[in-house]
């Protein structure tokens, strides 16, 4: 399921490109109907990639699927990765928290 990743931008990208390219042309219906497709397409990948990421163990749950490289010069190596966010509940709870000691330490 990790390959279908691109599908979450792919997707509203779509979407979008059929909404201004072919807008004009189509009703009001018609465009609500591609824009909100597009979003629930991208939902369902997403969703999906999160339960086949609940589904690895619970210490290899995190994934870096890499896209395309930007910059490749000499040693210097710039690549486009996408980072399904790791489902760590615990993990996500700390960094809640240290967030919120440090908005309250600035305020």
Known sequence: ?????????????????????????????????????????AFLVAVGLLFSLLGMDPHHREATIHLWDWIDIGNFHAPTNFFPWFVDVAAAKQKIDLFRRAGQELS
Not at 6 to 33: D, E, M, Q, T
């Open 1 to 41: 399921m990790l390959d279908f990743a691109w599908l979450i931008f792919a997707f509203p990208a779509a979407g979008a490109l059929i909404n201004l390219f072919f807008g004009p042309r189509l009703s009001k219906n018609a465009i609500g109907w591609i824009a909100s497709g597009a979003v629930i397409g």
